[in-house]
Antibody, heavy 122, light 113 residues
Framework: QLQLQESGPGLVKPSETLSLTCTVS??????????WGWIRQPPGKGLEWIGSIYYSGSTYYNPSLKSRVTISVDTSKNQFSLKLSSVTAADTAVYYCASLSIAVAGAHFQHWGQGTLVTVSS | QSVLTQPPSVSGAPGQRVTISCTGS?????????VHWYQQLPGTAPKLLIY???NRPSGVPDRFSGSKSGTSASLAITGLQAEDEADYYCQSYDSSLSGSRVVFGGGTKLTVL
């Protein structure tokens, strides 16, 4: 059973870059079965997809965040990472990493990390 | 404002049946993209409940079922139990002139009376 765990600073200053890493265990990040994604949830609000990556490095970003987001993968460490630049208070959220199973007519998030709260504040 | 529209809340008594709707448009559900459902218990990460419109992952009780028709989808829960009290989210894919992306509904809070 795949397990995912987010890690990174819980507090980021406005205008700086948020950086998180997701470590995958119980399976290989190089598996052809999955893409890997980041989703966030502001306190008391709904879910928002940030972006996804394949082990080959192909990336897909939410158009509303694309100018500020970079997702990368490190197959040697079985990890993938998120960088979100120029953060504001609106980026305060619980950030989840997840495995993404792709099908002909779409994709769903099969395994989720426990989530990590990132607060943007000076 | 979410691309997929869900009712903010639904409620039901133990043992009853409730349904949660998820309304989209011609650029997502109506375009033939699958709908998936997640259950989020208080203080926890979302959990996959239904994938590919109507498929249950291993371990999900058959009290949960999903369906899709036209530009909408529904999640039905029968034999409601106290442990079902949670937030439920639908998810699909949207492709339009403004780009392609994974989209979620705004979420529905289920209260078991």
């Amino acid at each position: 059973q795949l397990q995912l765990q987010e890690s990174g600073p819980g507090l980021v200053k406005p205008s700086e870059t948020l950086s998180l890493t997701c470590t995958v265990s119980g399976g290989s990040i190089s598996s052809s079965s999955y893409y890997w994604g980041w989703i966030r949830q502001p306190p008391g609000k709904g879910l928002e997809w940030i972006g996804s990556i394949y082990y080959s490095g192909s990336t897909y970003y939410n158009p509303s965040l694309k100018s500020r987001v970079t997702i990368s993968v490190d197959t040697s460490k079985n990890q993938f990472s998120l960088k979100l630049s120029s953060v504001t208070a609106a980026d305060t959220a619980v950030y989840y990493c997840a495995s993404l199973s792709i099908a002909v007519a779409g994709a769903h998030f099969q395994h989720w990390g426990q989530g990590t709260l990132v607060t943007v504040s000076s | 404002q979410s691309v997929l529209t869900q009712p903010p809340s639904v409620s039901g008594a133990p043992g009853q049946r409730v349904t949660i709707s998820c309304t989209g448009s011609s650029s997502n559900i109506g375009a033939g993209y699958d709908v998936h459902w997640y259950q989020q218990l208080p203080g926890t990460a979302p959990k996959l409940l239904i994938y590919g419109n109507s498929n249950r992952p291993s371990g999900v009780p058959d009290r949960f079922s999903g369906s899709k028709s036209g530009t909408s989808a529904s999640l039905a829960i029968t034999g409601l139990q106290a442990e079902d009290e949670a937030d439920y989210y639908c998810q699909s894919y949207d492709s339009s002139l403004s780009g392609s992306r994974v989209v979620f509904g705004g979420g529905t809070k289920l209260t078991v009376l």
